[in-house]
């Protein structure tokens, strides 16, 4: 199973979008996503799982108060696990700069706007399904 190696996390700062974003991965098979309310959490998080081997698979909200996602944007790409990241952003940002901006990030593989469709959701984890499974 993909949550083996894949594990799934939810990076906003509002409390009852990151529930709700929970419960539609649950709902649509995805076993123990945690949920985080910022990018200074979620980056201490994998720096203390960085020898572990763990793949991860997150959605990053952009506008956060403190370390917001562009900010962790910035801080992992020189992190030795930068590789292991998949990044969809899931943002309420309109904005076209943002988007072209988030080409310039090789780690996001995705981005959509809040509030999401389940259509949405289930794009989302069809991105998570192209991550080709790592060899041992």
């Not at 698979?57 to 917001?68: A, E, S, Y």
């Amino acid at each position: 199973m993909r949550d083996k190696y894949l594990q799934t996390i939810i990076v906003d700062d509002d409390q009852v979008i990151g529930q709700m974003q929970l419960f539609m991965l649950k709902k649509m098979g995805i076993e123990d996503p945690r949920f985080f309310l910022d990018g200074k959490g979620i980056l201490d998080y994998l720096d203390s799982e960085e020898n572990t081997g763990q793949e991860f698979f997150i959605l990053l909200d952009l506008n956060m108060p403190g370390m917001n996602g562009w900010d962790f944007l910035e801080a992992i790409k020189d992190k030795p696990y930068a590789y292991k990241l998949h990044i969809v952003i899931v943002t309420s940002s309109l904005f076209r700069d943002d988007i072209k901006r988030s080409k310039n990030y090789p780690r996001v593989i995705g981005y959509f706007q809040k509030s999401l469709s389940v259509q949405e959701f289930k794009e989302i984890i069809a991105l998570q399904e192209e991550i080709p499974v790592p060899k041992d």
